[in-house]
């Protein structure tokens, strides 16, 4: 499967592997969606892009789903941390954070897992 998700207990964890798809952008917000509805309050989440190869979506599909976020009212502010340490995961995160700016979202790029766990941890303990 390209892509899981799965909550830590604290961190809503996605990660994507192999050659990304357009519906696989499509099912994967849908889970994500999904899975948001059963929470009162929104835990922090972090994308784990390392394992893309390559990518066929376009503009169109990250457009949608960046849209989607920017328009959503969460039931409060949290952080998402995307990993991106190649081009081809960088392009594809840094053109979903250009698009999707919700205020109750702060959102940012890193080069390892560790680097994003370490800025999300004072917000979950806060």
Not at 43 to 61: A, H, K, N, Q
Request: aromatic share 10%.
């Amino acid at each position: 499967m390209p892509h899981t998700i799965a909550f830590d207990g604290n961190v809503i964890r996605l990660s994507f592997t192999g050659f990304i798809t357009r519906q696989e952008i499509q099912d994967a917000a849908a889970e994500l969606t999904t899975l948001e509805s059963q929470f009162t309050r929104m835990p922090d989440r972090l994308t784990d892009l390392s394992g893309i190869v390559d990518r066929e979506s376009d503009f169109e599909t990250i457009f949608a789903v960046a849209d989607a976020i920017q328009r959503k009212v969460y039931p409060n502010s949290f952080r998402a941390a995307a990993v991106a340490p190649n081009p081809t995961a960088y392009g594809m995160a840094r053109s979903f954070q250009t698009l999707s700016s919700n205020p109750q979202v702060e959102f940012k790029i890193f080069a390892t897992v560790p680097d994003a766990e370490a800025w999300l941890r004072p917000a979950a303990s806060a």
